[in-house]
Each structure stands twice: as C-alpha cells, then as structure tokens.
C-alpha cells in the first residue's frame, strides 16, 4: 500500500478506534510494569528470606560456640552443677551474644526496608495499654492449652511423649533472683526488640498481615524443637498484632515477661514452699489473667481497637501466599533443624 492509500485509510478509521488503541497501548505498558515490580519484589523477599535463615543459624551457631567454649574453659561440669551459672549463661550467651548481635545485623544489613523506626515507641493510655497486656496474657493461656492438647494427642494417640530441656530449679535466694532476670526480664527485652523491632521492622515493607505471620514463624523456629515452636508461633503471631496495632514495643515487652514470670513464680514458690502451692497460686493467676482478658476483649472491641485502617491494593505487590513461598526457602535449613532437635526429645511411651 502506498502513502497516499495509507493516509486515504487511516482518514476513515473512526476516532473512537484511537483512543481504543491508545488505551491498549498504554495496559500493556502497564501490566509489563507490574509484572516487573512483582518480579522485582519477589526477588527481594527470596533474599530477605535467605538473610532471616542465615540469622536463624547464627543464633543457634553462637549457641554451639557459646557451649563449645565452656569445655575448652574446663566449665562444663561446673555449668551442669551449677543452676546459678545455667542462668547467667542464658542471659550472657544465649540472648545478649547469640541473639541480640545476629538481629541487630539483620536490622543493620536490611536497614533500607524499614518503613517506621526500628523501635515503636507511641504513647498508649494506661487504660487502653492494661486491656491490651490482660488480652495478650489470656491468649498465652490459649496457647498453652493448644500446646498441652497436642503433647497429648501425640502420647495418647501416636504413642510418642514430647519433652523439652529444663533447667535445674532454684537453690537459693540469689538464684531465685537469676531466674527472674534470665528467664522473665532479659528474654522479654532481647526476643521483643530482636523479633518485633528488627524482624518485624524489617518485613512490614511488604505488608502488616504478613510480617505478622513470618515474624512468628522466626519466633517458633528460635525455639528449638516443636512443642516450643507451636506455642511460640501462636504467641508471636499475638504480640506481633500488637505491636503494630499500638505502635509500642513495651507492651508486647511487659506481655512476654509476666508469661515468662508466670512459671517462674511457679518455680520460686516450689523452692519456698512445695510444688501444690506453686500450682495453687498460677492456677488462680490463669483464672484472673482469663477473667481480664475477656474484659479486656469487650472494652477494646467496644473501643474499635481491632480495626485497621483500610488501605487501597498496591497492585505492584504479590499475594500473600506468593510472599509467604518467596520466604520459606531461605528458612528451609532451620525448619530441619527444628526437626532434628525435635527428633532428640521424643520418646516412645
């Protein structure tokens, strides 16, 4: 076709068949360009992934040098006699060099994926921050009690009774206080800031719901074998939720230490007085912390605390599962991990 026919046809293509493809045009360009952020995105989270896997191992690698360092000192045996030095050991080894240092480098590294600052500090009212540490407190009931249906489900039913490592209990006052700072006051302050601060800072990015539901599955991983990782995931994905919707950090905090404290009282009363009266006394705690969480439930509904603020679709982001697949591969070697420390507390019954 010449110039002249060309021209002589296009004069007598109506206007509406330009803006058409026009339109056209400019979809195409527009769906390309959010498959490419969506590409990009998954990219990233791939590697996000692979740095939350490799802290993971860190954690647990410095656990390993941390035990490997009392043989080569001659303190094992010392540290296997001594509930004093177990305690002291968990503060120093596990929570301030094997996990404070590996998180706060995965906060240092991924530090361009931080939307808010690494450490939520909104002022919350006093009325408002109570209802939400009692609703925090009875969901760690719920957890416990999901956890000890499934320790029995799988004695009962499999016929294999899931156990857990323990500390030796108190000898004395001085230890009584050591167990409060490494078991209720130092975990609550390092395991808040290094998931809910750094992890959690780290992966709200590519949405709430989200960095809510990975954040807890580091949190169930850190912890070792499966009864641990169930209540912990279950705990986390609450305090979590928590911090996002109050925007503070303290009370997720004071949340994790009174659940802590609970079987640390437990433990001190045992000491003082017998086990009955240490069950007595956090069986009356449980029914208190239950009662105030169903309060705390109705006051913060009636407030419309559960709400969050409606944000319109980035079409540029994955589905959350999508993000959910991107992850896990970099978590793959702690989840076998998780199994074969698993492996070393079960026994047949």
Known sequence: MNNNNQNNFNSQMPPQ??????????????????????????????????????????????????????SMLGLKDAYESSPLMQYAFNV??????????????????????????????????????????????AFCLLANIMTSAIMNISKNLFGYELSQSEYDGPQDIITCVMIVISTAIIPAIIEEFSLRCCTLGVLKKYGNGFA??????????MHGNVIQFVFAFTLGIMLAYITIKTNNIFIPMLIHGLNNGMSVLKTIIEFAANEK?????????????????????????????????????????????????????????????????????????
């Open 92 to 137: 120093v080894a596990v929570h301030l060099f094997s996990m404070l240092v590996p998180f706060s480098l995965l906060a240092v590294i991924l530090k361009k994926n931080f939307v808010a600052p690494l450490v939520p500090t909104k002022k919350v009212s006093g009325l408002k921050a109570a209802a939400w540490v009692s609703l925090g407190m």
């Open 212 to 221: 809510v539901f990975v954040v807890s599955i580091i949190f169930g991983l």
């Open 17 to 70: 068949y330009y803006q058409y493809a026009y339109e056209q045009q400019q979809y195409m360009i527009y769906r390309a360009k959010v498959l490419s952020e969506r590409k990009k995105q998954k990219r990233e989270l791939l590697l996000v992934g692979i740095a939350l896997g490799t802290t993971l191992i860190a954690y647990l690698l410095l656990q390993t040098i941390s035990v490997g360092m009392l």
């Open 277 to 349: 009266a240490g069950e007595t006394v956090t069986g009356i705690l449980f029914y208190i912390w239950g009662v105030l969480g169903i309060a705390a439930l109705i006051y913060l509904a009636s407030t419309k605390s559960f709400k969050f603020e409606k944000k319109p679709k980035n079409p540029y982001d994955n589905s959350f599962g999508t993000k959910v697949l991107c992850v896990l591969p970099g978590l793959a070697l702690p989840f076998a991990i998780l199994l074969y420390l698993t492996s070393q507390y079960v026994t047949k019954v």
